[in-house]
DNA sequence: AAAATGTCCAACCGCAAGTCA
DNA sequence: ATGACTTGCGGTTGGACATTT
C-alpha cells in the first residue's frame, strides 16, 4: 500500500519560478488572502503548472511580504547558534524566535553553509564543551525568561521529537542563554568571518549553568512574529 | 583564461501531524 | 474510530555564482 503522490508529476512544472508564475500566486494570494480552497487547489485555480505544495514552499519562503533575504546579523547568529545548541535542527523553532522575516529554510541553509562550520571550528578549540546534553534539571533561572531582541517573554510547551526528545529544554533556559550573549552585544558591532570564542564560550557556558523546569517550547511563528512587531517600539534592534 | 573547487540558496522529497468527513 | 487528504517540517539536492589554482 503506497502513498499517493501529492500531484501528478509528470503535468506540473518543477525548478525555479518565473517572475509570471510569481506574479500569478501573489496576485492570487492576495485576491483571495490566502490559499482559499487550500493549496492542493490553488494550482489550478491560479492557472499554474505546480505542485501545490511547491505554492506554498515559493510563497512562504520567498514571496510572502516580509520575507527578508539580507544578510544574518551577529545578533542572529547567537540566537541561532544557541537556539541549534538547545533544540537541535527545530528549523522552524528557530526561526520563529528570530526577528520577523527568517524562514526556517533561510535558517537551515545558513546553519548548514556557515554557523555550523563556525561551531566546528569553535569544537575544535573547546572540545569539552561543544555537543554535551544540556543540563535539564539544574536550578531554574530566577528572572523572567525573556527574548534577546525585545524583552519579550518566551513562554509555552509542547513535545519534543527525534534525538531532542533526549535533550529537552525550556524557554527559560533558552532564554537565560541568549540573554547574556546577545543584549551585551551592541547591535552595530561588527562580526568577524568567525566567532570569536569568548563570544561562543558564554552561549556554551550559560547552558551549563542554568536550566529551566522540564517544559518544551511550541510558540508558533505568528504568534511570536505577532508578538515581535508588538514590542518592536522600544529596544529592539530590528 | 580556463578548469577545478567551494559557497550559497531555492526547491524538491518524504515523513509526520493535523483535519475532516 | 478510521482512513483519506492537507499542511508543516526537516533533510537533501542541484545549479548558479564566486573564488582559487
Known sequence: ??????????????????????????????????????????????????????????????????????????????????LHAAVGSRWSLIAAHLPPGRTDNAVKNYWNTRLKKKMLLFAGRQPHDVGRNVNVSAAPADETPLAPWTGLPLTGCGSGGGAVDQMRVGDDMIASMLKPAVVSQPADSSFSSEPAATELDVIFRSM??????????SLSSTEIETDWYHHADSDTVI
Open 1 to 82: 500500500m503506497g502513498r499517493s503522490p501529492c500531484c501528478d508529476k509528470a503535468a506540473v512544472k518543477r525548478g525555479p519560478w518565473s517572475e509570471e508564475e510569481d506574479a500569478r500566486l501573489r496576485s492570487y494570494i492576495e485576491q483571495h488572502g490566502g490559499a482559499a480552497g487550500g493549496w492542493m487547489a490553488l494550482p489550478r485555480k491560479a492557472g499554474l503548472r505546480r505542485c501545490g505544495k511547491s505554492c506554498r514552499l515559493r510563497w512562504l519562503n520567498y514571496l510572502r511580504p516580509g520575507v527578508r533575504h539580507g544578510a544574518f546579523s551577529p545578533e542572529e547568529d547567537h540566537v541561532i547558534c544557541a
Open 208 to 217: 551549563g549553568t542554568t536550566g529551566g523546569e522540564h517544559s518544551d517550547l
